[in-house]
C-alpha cells in the first residue's frame, strides 16, 4: 500500500523560502506525477505543479517564478520549494501522486489518488 | 487556465435522499473530469475520473456523467459518510485546476 510522509517547516516569515520534502513508500516511484497542491479556506485547492521521475516539472503559471519541485529518485522523494513567502502563501500544502487510467490512444485520464497527510504553513512576521 | 465552477456551493439533504452536484469548465475539456471527497482533516480522496468511471471501492451511488463543459454528480441514498466537500478538478490541461467545492451538510 503507497503512502506518502511529508515533512518540512511549519512557520515562516515573509519573504522566506518554503521547503517541503514527501517521500514515497512502499509503492513504484516511477511512471507517476509527484504532485504539490496547497488548500486555503479563501482559495480552496490550488494545484502547485508536478514533477515525473525524470525530473520533468510543470508548475501553475500563478507561482512559476517562486517554486521548484524537484525529486531525488535514490530516496524515493520528491520536494518542493517556494521562495520570497508573503502572507497569502498560508495554506495547508499536500503532497500527493499523479496516476490515472490510459484510455483511448493517446489520451490517458491523470487523478491524485494519494495524498500525504499536508502541513499546514503559516507566513507571519 | 480553464476555470472550474461548481453549483450549489452548499446543501442541506438529509438521510436518503438523492442530490446533485453541477461543475462547469470555462472551456471543452471533453471528460477529463475528476470528482473528489474530502471530510474535515483529511485529504481528498477520488471518486470519479474520466467524468463516469468509478474508482475501486467507491460504492455505486455514486454517479458522473457529462462531457465538454457541463458536469454533473450524483449521490444516490445519501448515507452519513457521504456528509463532506464534493471537488471537481479537470485533467485536460495544466494547470490542473479545481472547483471551489460544494459542501454536503446534514438537514
Known amino acids: 500500500q503507497v503512502h506518502l510522509e511529508q515533512w518540512g517547516a511549519g512557520l515562516l516569515k515573509p519573504s522566506e523560502t518554503l521547503s517541503l520534502t514527501c517521500a514515497v513508500y512502499?509503492?513504484?516511484?516511477?511512471?507517476?506525477?509527484w504532485s504539490w497542491i496547497r488548500q486555503t479556506p479563501g482559495k480552496g485547492l490550488e494545484w502547485i505543479g508536478e514533477?515525473?521521475?525524470?525530473?520533468?516539472?510543470t508548475y501553475n503559471p500563478s507561482l512559476r517564478s517562486r517554486v521548484t519541485i524537484s525529486v531525488d529518485t535514490s530516496k524515493n522523494q520528491f520536494s518542493l520549494r517556494l521562495t520570497s513567502v508573503t502572507a497569502a502563501d498560508t495554506a495547508v500544502y499536500s503532497c500527493?501522486?499523479?496516476?490515472?487510467?490510459?484510455?483511448?490512444?493517446?489520451?490517458?485520464?491523470?487523478?491524485?489518488?494519494?495524498w500525504g497527510k499536508g502541513t499546514s504553513v503559516t507566513v507571519s512576521s | 487556465d480553464i476555470q472550474m465552477t461548481q453549483s450549489p456551493s452548499s446543501l442541506s439533504a438529509s438521510v436518503g435522499d438523492r442530490v446533485t452536484i453541477t461543475c462547469r469548465a470555462s472551456?471543452?475539456?471533453?471528460?477529463?473530469l475528476n470528482w473528489y471527497q474530502q471530510k474535515p482533516g483529511k485529504a481528498p480522496k477520488v471518486l470519479i475520473y474520466?467524468?463516469?468511471s468509478l474508482r475501486p471501492g467507491v460504492p455505486s451511488r455514486f454517479r458522473g456523467s457529462g462531457s465538454g463543459t457541463d458536469f454533473s454528480l450524483t449521490i444516490s441514498n445519501l448515507q452519513p459518510e457521504d456528509f463532506a466537500t464534493y471537488y471537481c478538478?479537470?485533467?485536460?490541461?495544466?494547470?490542473?485546476?479545481f472547483g471551489p467545492g460544494t459542501k454536503v451538510e446534514i438537514k
Open positions: 500527493a501522486r499523479g496516476g490515472g487510467v490510459a484510455a483511448r490512444p493517446g489520451d490517458y485520464y491523470y487523478f491524485l489518488d494519494v
Open positions: 512502499g509503492g513504484s516511484f516511477s511512471g507517476y506525477y
Open positions: 514533477v515525473i521521475d525524470r525530473g520533468t516539472t
Open positions: 472551456q471543452r475539456i471533453s471528460d477529463f
Open positions: 474520466s467524468a463516469s
Open positions: 478538478q479537470q485533467s485536460y490541461g495544466t494547470p490542473r485546476t
